[in-house]
């Protein structure tokens, strides 16, 4: 068909006019093309070794870009990957070549505990230049295999500029969507040997050159009918080239492929999303998209993010909820949770030497049967699938014990580790397929089951996967799990806390309840977690704390036998195993579980669970206690108990009384609320009164009421030192009672830079200016109270120069500052700046007692004077916080100082002057922070009610009263702060007014609504329920 439109080369040139409009509006088409480009992710980087994915995307202000910011999944080890911008040079990904945040970084990056499990979040730096306005191409290679990968996902990718912020509009990216997606080869026969391949064909280990031949098939590592892949959404080519990954030819796979898309499934999962990963609204789905989680991004970036899940009404006692009932299923953790691809063994055990695998195997075959001929009374019978359960994970323990283990060899590891997780593996078939994760109220009744739950046997399924629980947790690191110790022990606590999410230790009144695991050890596990990655898991720890409690809420007395029962009685009833004083003094003494958490936070936390304490314990007499006189270490001891008792059987386990007596100290040190801290002397005196608890008092107690909003500022925390080039977010967390926050507001010098929104009022600001800043963080609720609370943080290079001349002990310093050497018994170190400068960074290094415990340092004092050396300080900062390596803190003071020195902390608490390093940097105040909103008005924020609230039939009423005309609009929020339904703006005069809300497409949840009458927003909690 010929063209009514000329060959170009006969285009008409014109007049040097009409040539210039020509190129004007070609130039214009195409940037308007450019600019309409989309990029579908996730961009899948999978198959042979040197395999390039390559995409465009349009960069607007691409000159201002510095850093090519990535969330990709499954990248597990240095250079597995590389990345190349337009024409430049192929950059390998490791932690030399990309930056992270903090939290990313002490988890390992590339290759740590988040990379190797699961996903990794990153920013590539880029040269000045090297991002062009408009088209760039991003192209993406996978290097290597390590024998296991076919490579790694790229989920989300943007352009950041130098202050973190994002260059390329949301709307350019695009989820696929497997709903779409269709077989490769769509016909019957495809499909049939696409299924008999799956069930029989030989595969090989791998496409390198060193491959064997293997005996399992596709159906053995996977679920039976092949319902993972679909169940978790693997895309038709990451099948084909993981078949080919095993031996098998294109056409093969892409039969395989099209048996897995016809199957009649859901398929709510995606290959990155961690499996029952906990999140705000899992619970509202379908029992059978729980296993999908809340996705990878419910995953906490701070601790104190999560509080507003656990505390919705705010951090206090009654929010311990100790006799209530929570679902840890629905509260976000920082803990990332293993990917599907690492359920999977990496060597199913018929691959393994040695060993009958025969009576697993042949267990194995009869659940499935029985679970399909038998019925509902075979699921939640006693003598049916509970007890054959348990038979297969004894079954599977007895073959995994016959494998030698010798020095733990990289080989020994891993079968002890891939035959656990084959076990898991088909335990999440068998739950699935025939629909038992719904059944758990079922079988032990509304109090002792969950609305969602495992049915197994043995309720320790997935706990007893922990390479701990293996006695595959020593060795060479990278012989190890996950290739170090701290991969290996961060997946260890990934077991430990899905056993949680599992098995919920439900209660039955008056009997014995399920436990998911062994309490007490649990809560040790954090300690080693944390002494490797030097993160706090605060909101892990407060879970299990509240959960353990919650599980012995069963009638019993403290420490009674269940009826007809000859258990030990601190199993299931109130006890110190469970109770956490132990094992919140103990693991906040190490210090990183305080790590990122501001001291009025810290305390808030504290007197909320002390005073939970206090009030559970004080629901029995001492009389009604059921003492152990064998005063075994999980019991409540005799009345006659004296502190240290403990030691006349041999034993280094403290028992409750030492528990509490090493603990109210410390508690009070951390400025716990002093009636909390006497009221447990009291009812401890009354439980053990041989004992002179008075001396544990704290003299002179008084303390006022609080007024106004409970305002907690949770980010940027006090003292602390932020990357110029990372966004900063600012948090608070807020509440009132009866009247609700009406807004959280940020000002510096007295000038309003922002406001917050969400669950816990985070305002984002990019661009920091260098230097000193001093916010002021104003709440205020509908009733005009309001409160404030000032924060000290620096922005800038975490570095600092040593300047100045040494003082002190001649012992001291050796002459090279920064490599000061361990002295005891010091009484202070310092520098003589020459003359009085504005300090500002102070840097100091502790030595490590023990591979746990930075606490040495903490209580220690800067201080400052311009008399001497020796006399004339002033404190300037006290250490509450510190963890092993370099300590950075703000120190905002406004007076020069000559004189700079380290005070040790008093005797008896923790060792003297013990550090690697102390350094002095000079400080300047940064420029005024760039407003975020207009200036704060000083109009009132109207009260504002929703009913009925819970709303139960999707309908609901707002009303609200404007004190003057002016513009309103509302949004209402979900639980991760998304904005999922808006009001339309509309003018409206001053007095009271309703609108009708219609909230019926929303899922049941927690939810947050927000008016906004100018430039006010108030904020209001809406429940609502399934109609």
């Not at 911008?85 to 950059?91: C, E």
């Not at 609230?949 to 513009?967: D, E, F, K, M």
């Amino acid at each position: 068909m010929r063209s009514k439109y000329p060959p170009l080369e006969k285009w008409p040139s014109g007049t040097p006019r009409a040539r210039r409009a020509f190129t004007t509006a070609l130039l214009w088409l195409l940037g308007h093309l450019a600019t309409a480009q989309t990029v579908t992710l996730p961009i899948e980087v999978l198959g042979a070794e040197g395999t390039v994915e390559t995409v465009t995307v349009n960069v607007p202000n691409g000159s201002t870009a510095s850093g090519l910011w990535l969330q990709v999944n499954n990248l597990s080890y240095a250079n597995k990957g590389s990345v190349r911008l337009n024409d430049g040079p192929w950059v390998p990904l490791n932690n030399s070549t990309v930056r992270f945040t903090e939290r990313e970084r002490n988890l390992g990056g590339i290759g740590g505990a988040r990379a190797f499990f699961g996903t990794v979040k990153f920013t590539l730096p880029l040269a000045p230049g090297a991002v062009r306005n408009g088209p760039n191409t991003v192209a993406f290679r996978f290097n290597t295999s390590d024998g296991v990968s076919i490579g790694y996902r790229v989920l989300k990718l943007n352009f950041v500029d130098a202050g973190g912020g994002k260059l390329v509009p949301a709307t350019t990216f695009v989820e696929d969507n497997p709903a779409t997606w269709v077989a490769p080869q769509n016909n019957a026969a495809a499909i049939a040997a696409g299924k008999t391949l799956w069930e029989t064909a030989s595969l090989r280990s791998s496409y390198l050159a060193n491959n064997h031949v293997l005996r399992a098939k596709c159906e053995d590592c996977h679920a039976k009918n092949a319902r993972d892949l679909k169940y978790f959404a693997y895309s038709n080519k990451s099948i084909i080239e993981r078949v080919k990954f095993h031996g098998l030819s294109q056409d093969q796979g892409e039969k395989i492929a099209s048996y897995v898309r016809s199957l009649n499934l859901k398929q709510p999962g995606r290959p990155w999303n961690p499996p029952y990963q906990p999140g705000p609204g899992l619970d509202s789905k379908p029992v059978d998209e729980w296993a999908a989680g809340a996705g990878v991004d419910a995953v906490l970036d701070t601790e104190e993010a999560g509080l507003p899940y656990l505390f919705p009404n705010g951090i206090t006692a009654a929010g311990f909820d100790f006799t209530g009932k929570f679902s840890p299923r629905e509260i976000p953790v920082g803990l990332m949770l293993p990917d599907w691809k690492h359920w999977l063994p990496t060597v199913h055990p018929l691959d393994q030497a040695g060993g009958n695998f025969s009576e697993s195997d042949s267990i194995y075959q009869a659940l499935r049967n029985n679970l399909a001929t038998r019925g509902l009374e075979y699921k939640i019978g006693l003598y049916g699938f509970e007890t054959n359960s348990s038979q297969f994970e004894r079954a599977v323990d007895i073959f995994t014990d016959r494998i030698p283990r010798g020095a733990n060899t990289k080989q020994e590891i891993e079968y002890v580790y891939s035959t656990q997780l084959w076990k898991v593996v088909k335990l999440w078939e068998l739950h699935q397929e025939f629909a038992l994760e719904g059944l758990g109220q079922l079988k032990h009744g509304t109090e002792g089951g969950e609305p969602r739950m495992w049915l197994t046997g043995t309720h320790y399924s997935v706990f007893n996967v922990s390479p701990f629980m293996q006695k595959i947790d020593n060795g060479p690191g990278p012989d190890r799990v996950g290739r170090s110790e701290q991969n290996g022990e961060s997946i260890g606590q990934t077991w430990y806390h899905l056993q949680l999410l599992l098995t919920l230790g439900g209660r039955r009144p008056g009997v014995t309840g399920i436990q998911p695991y062994d309490w007490a050890y649990a809560y040790g596990q954090f300690r080693g977690n944390t002494s490797l990655d030097h993160e706090s898991e605060m909101m892990r720890f407060l879970v299990h704390i509240i959960a353990g409690v919650q599980a012995s809420n069963n009638g019993l007395k403290p420490g009674e036998h269940a009826p007809g029962s000859t258990d030990e009685p601190f199993e299931f009833a109130w006890s110190p195993r469970i109770w956490g004083v132990g094992a919140f003094h103990n693991y906040g003494h190490y210090n990183e579980f305080w790590k990122t958490t501001p001291p009025p936070l810290r305390k808030q936390l504290i007197d909320a669970y002390l005073g939970a304490v206090l009030q559970h314990c004080r629901r029995w007499t001492p009389a009604e206690y059921v003492r152990d006189a064998r005063n075994r270490e999980d019991s409540w001891p005799p009345s006659t108990y004296r502190l240290g008792d403990y030691r006349l059987d041999g034993s280094a386990r403290l028992r409750a009384p030492d528990q509490l007596s090493e603990g109210l100290p410390y508690f009070a040190k951390l400025g716990a609320s002093c009636q909390l801290i006497n009221g447990l002397a009291d009812w401890a005196q009354e439980m053990w009164p041989n004992n002179d608890w008075n001396a544990m008092r704290v003299p002179n107690c008084t303390e006022p009421p609080a007024t106004g909003p409970a305002l907690t500022v949770l980010s940027p925390r006090q003292g602390a030192v932020y990357s110029p080039a990372e966004a900063l977010k600012f948090m608070a967390l807020a509440a009132n009672f009866p009247q609700p926050v009406a807004a959280v507001e940020y000002y510096e010098n007295n000038r309003k830079i922002g406001q917050g929104t969400g669950v816990n009022y985070a305002l984002e600001l990019t661009n920091i200016p260098v230097g000193y800043h001093t916010v002021e963080v104003r709440a205020r609720d509908t009733g005009g109270t309001s409160k404030a609370q000032t924060v000290q943080f620096y922005v800038g290079p975490p570095t600092c120069p040593l300047p100045g001349t040494t003082f002190g002990p001649a012992a001291v310093f050796d002459g090279d500052l920064s490599t000061y050497v361990q002295q005891l018994n010091v009484e202070a170190v310092g520098l003589d700046l020459g003359s009085a400068r504005q300090l500002g960074l102070i840097g100091f290094a502790p030595r490590l007692r023990d591979r746990y415990s930075a606490s040495g340092i903490l209580g220690a004092k800067i201080q400052g004077s311009n008399q001497s050396a020796t006399s004339g300080y002033v404190d300037l900062y006290t250490i509450d916080q510190a963890t092993a390596g370099m300590n950075y803190l703000a120190l905002t003071v406004a007076t020069p100082y000559r004189y700079v020195r380290l005070l040790s902390p008093p005797h008896g608490e923790g060792y003297q002057l013990d550090l690697s390093e102390f350094s002095v940097c000079f400080g300047a105040q940064g420029q005024p922070i760039a407003l975020a909103t207009g200036p704060g008005g000083a109009e009132k924020a109207p009260a504002v009610d929703v009913f009925p609230n819970p709303v139960s039939q999707g309908q609901a009423t707002l009303r609200y009263t404007l004190a003057q005309a002016q513009p309103v609009g509302w949004t209402l929020y979900d639980g991760l702060g998304r904005a999922v339904q808006t009001g339309a703006d509309r003018h409206q005069p001053a007095g009271a007014h309703t609108q009708a809300l219609d909230f019926g497409g929303q899922a049941p949840g927690l939810y947050f609504l927000h008016l906004t009458t100018g430039t006010q927003t108030s904020k209001h909690k809406v429940v609502l329920l399934r109609p």
